[in-house]
């Protein structure tokens, strides 16, 4: 197995008269900085799209529900091994953790926690025990995201917040509602970065051919997982992957070197109202470039970036890298989704 190069993730999106990311302890309401007045989306909120698109591609995972329900890690675990359900099944096999990661797709990348609960059943203890004895206490994934702040400031559009609908009687009195709680944001626009860690793909078996999915698995998992009522209106705007030649090296916090180009953040409704100024990320990749092996990138044409005195289509950002002397493959998501499945 080959192991990947390290590479760093830059992937855009925005979100428009939704809720991209709501608080259960805050009343389900957009998760915001009371600081700065920035929207946030949590990193786990990313993977679980993630997830989700990796199990519709016809891949299997470790962390999802079955049946709808939530079960417990050792169900998760027979459930992703198939053919194992008792301490004499784990015997037989040569090497389970092997077997595990080979089917268990989401763990290559993000990792897993295998801390199996105890059992007052005496087979389901021995099991739980020979369990604890095949697996480490957890995978670390080689693949993390931060969190992401929005480059604007979010507002909450309390036209939303109290939709009711009410049934009338002949004398035009409210009979009665139901409470929609429809918390969402004007507009916001995310900068997610992330890391692929060579060294972590070891530990985790993470593939070369599993890195390069990304490339088009955070595109299709924004299109494909955010179709529900309070998710509708998010779309992928940037996707930018550098692949590093130099085994242990990477740059770092690509996410700030993107500010809004035109100072206006207070008054962005929609991605036309929006321009990146990405003048800091292409300086330092242009600087970096004898550490950069390749440049994997796509980008939505109704986002507009500036570069020095410069405005591009996100369409462009490949031909624009190209032209700064970069190797640059622009990521084709349809042909290339069906080359990876």
């Not at 198939?82 to 389970?96: K, M, N, P, Y």
Request: aromatic share 8%.
């Amino acid at each position: 197995m080959t192991t990947p190069n390290r590479s760093e993730l830059l992937f855009v999106y925005d979100a428009q008269d939704c809720n991209p990311n709501g608080n259960p302890i805050g009343d389900n309401r957009p998760r915001r900085d009371p600081d700065t007045g920035r929207g946030i989306i949590t990193d786990v909120r990313l993977k679980r799209y993630l997830r989700d698109q990796l199990l519709d591609d016809g891949y299997d995972i470790y962390a999802k529900k079955i049946e709808g329900e939530s079960r417990t890690r050792t169900h998760l675990l027979k459930d992703v091994l198939g053919d194992v359900s008792d301490a004499e099944d784990i015997e037989e096999i040569e090497d389970l953790g092997e077997d595990f990661l080979e089917a268990a797709t989401d763990v290559r990348y993000f990792g897993a926690t295998l801390s199996f609960e105890s059992s007052d059943d005496e087979e389901d203890e021995k099991f739980r025990q020979a369990l604890s004895s095949a697996f480490p206490n957890h995978y670390q994934g080689p693949v993390q995201f931060l969190p992401s702040k929005s480059l604007n400031k979010v507002e909450e559009n309390e036209e939303y917040d109290s939709l009711t609908s009410v049934i009338s009687t002949g004398d035009e009195n409210r009979q009665g509602g139901f409470d929609l709680d429809d918390k969402r944001i004007k507009y916001g626009i995310f900068p997610f970065y992330g890391l692929i860690d060579n060294n972590g793909a070891k530990t985790t078996n993470l593939t070369q051919e599993d890195v390069e999915r990304l490339d088009t698995l955070c595109w299709r998992a924004l299109k494909n997982q955010t179709t529900s009522r309070s998710k509708l209106g998010q779309e992928p705007r940037l996707y930018i992957r550098v692949e590093y030649s130099e085994g242990d090296y990477h740059i770092g916090g690509l996410h700030d070197m993107l500010s809004l180009g035109d100072g206006s953040e207070e008054s962005l409704r929609s991605i036309d109202d929006v321009t990146i100024d990405a003048s800091a990320l292409i300086d330092t990749l242009n600087e970096e470039s004898g550490k950069i092996r390749k440049l994997h990138v796509i980008g939505d044409d109704r986002l507009s970036i500036t570069v020095g005195d410069e405005t591009i289509d996100g369409g462009d950002i490949g031909e624009y890298l190209g032209e700064q002397g970069h190797d640059v493959h622009e990521i084709d998501v349809i042909n290339e989704r069906d080359l990876a499945s």
